[in-house]
Structure formats: structure tokens, C-alpha cells
């Protein structure tokens, strides 16, 4: 049984450069630790195997998280700010239901998609906007004057 645990190891390893998210590779180093220790052991049960390989998989991922945090930090500050990038200096949209002045606002058609949007104006529906920002998912309108 060792030596399937080897390829499954294998696999999962080289997995890795084709899925990326520096998660899998930690199952193949589990994969290849059971393969080791069921070619050391060669009478151990497949639900012993079964259970070493989750238990080293699992405390693996969770020792590289402490040892490289670094590693599986995300850029969580980007994700609350106005894009930059985002040109919205012609960009036009359609309300697809009136938009009450205020944080909640409604619903707009914008390149293809409902987005929702707020404005500080009401605004009714089937009209011609402006979108003058983003904020995380939703758009910022104004009426076109």
C-alpha cells in the first residue's frame, strides 16, 4: 500500500505548480510521511494510514502558517478603498429601480452587470447615470445634468 501512498504524494506535489494556493503540496508531504511510515510498518491498517495521512496533512498546514505567515497573508487593505484604476470619468449606467438618496440605494446595469449603487439624489428608474466612483462592490451614481 506504500507505494500508492507514494504516487498519490507525488501527484499532490507536483499538483501544486499547476493549482496554485500553496495548499495541496502540504497532502503530498502527508501522502509521502504515511508512505514512509507504511513501508516501515507494512501491517498497519488502511484506516490508520488514512487517518496519519489527514493528521499530518492537517498539522502541517498549520505549522507552516506559524512558521511562514507571511506567506498566506492576503491584501486585505485594498479591499475597502476606491480603486485608483478605475476610470469611471465617462462611464455610464442605467438604473434598473429607483435609487433612493442614501446608503442603501438600489440597483444599476453597469458593463453588462447589476451592481448596486447609491447616490445622494433620488433617482428613478430606466434613467441614464453617471458612475463617478466604486466602493468596494457598489457603485457610486449621480444623474447625468
Partial sequence: ?????????????????????????????????????????????????????????????????????????GNSERANVNDDCDDFSKATAVTEEYIKAGPVGGRVRYEGSYWTARSNEDIPAGEMVHVVGRDNITLIIEKIK
Avoid at 496554485?20 to 509521502?32: D, E, K, Q, S, T
Avoid at 516501515?40 to 494510514?49: M, T
Avoid at 495521512?53 to 502541517?60: D, E, G, P, Q, R
Wanted: proline content about 4%; charged content about 5%.
Fill in 1 to 73: 500500500m506504500w507505494d500508492i501512498w507514494i504516487i498519490l504524494g507525488i501527484i499532490l506535489c507536483v499538483s501544486e505548480f499547476v493549482i496554485p494556493g500553496f495548499v495541496i503540496c502540504f497532502f503530498g508531504v502527508g501522502a509521502l510521511i504515511t508512505a514512509l511510515i507504511a513501508a516501515i510498518c507494512p501491517s498497519i491498517a488502511l484506516g490508520w494510514q488514512i487517518f496519519i495521512f489527514t493528521l499530518i496533512s492537517v498539522a502541517s498546514i498549520f505549522a507552516s502558517r506559524k512558521l511562514f505567515p507571511n506567506a498566506f497573508k
